[in-house]
Each structure stands twice: as structure tokens, then as C-alpha cells.
């Protein structure tokens, strides 16, 4: 698959917690770093996520905010 998104960040899945509708899907990138991602649970399904799994976070940069 390709994309147009730059950021793209592979990683190993370390949990998946479904709520009513949504799940948060966390994703260990390494060096002790997780990016938890929140998508429909359908999604998750479709995709067939699990503990363990690899998976690619993709960000989109113009929906990332930035603090210090």
C-alpha cells in the first residue's frame, strides 16, 4: 500500500481496549514509546488488530498539535 503521508511509524500493538463505539489502539514504536491511536471498533475488526500484531501508525501532520 502507499500512501501520501510522510509520517509513518511501525510499531507492534501492545493493547486494544474496545469502548461502546471507539477503541484505543496502542502502538509500542520502541524505546519505551506508545502512540495510542483512537478508531471505530469496526475498523479495529476490519483490520483485524490484536495484541502483538504489527501495525503502522500514520500521521496526519496537519492534525498533529505540538506543546512545550
Known sequence: MKLSA???????????TKGQTTAHVRIDIGNGVIITSSITNEAV?????????A??????????????
Open 6 to 16: 510522510r509520517n509513518q511509524i511501525k510499531g507492534t500493538i501492545v493493547a486494544v
Open 45 to 53: 475488526d476490519d483490520l483485524g488488530l490484536k495484541v502483538g500484531g
Open 55 to 68: 501495525a503502522m501508525a500514520v500521521i496526519k501532520a496537519s492534525d498533529v498539535m505540538v506543546a512545550t
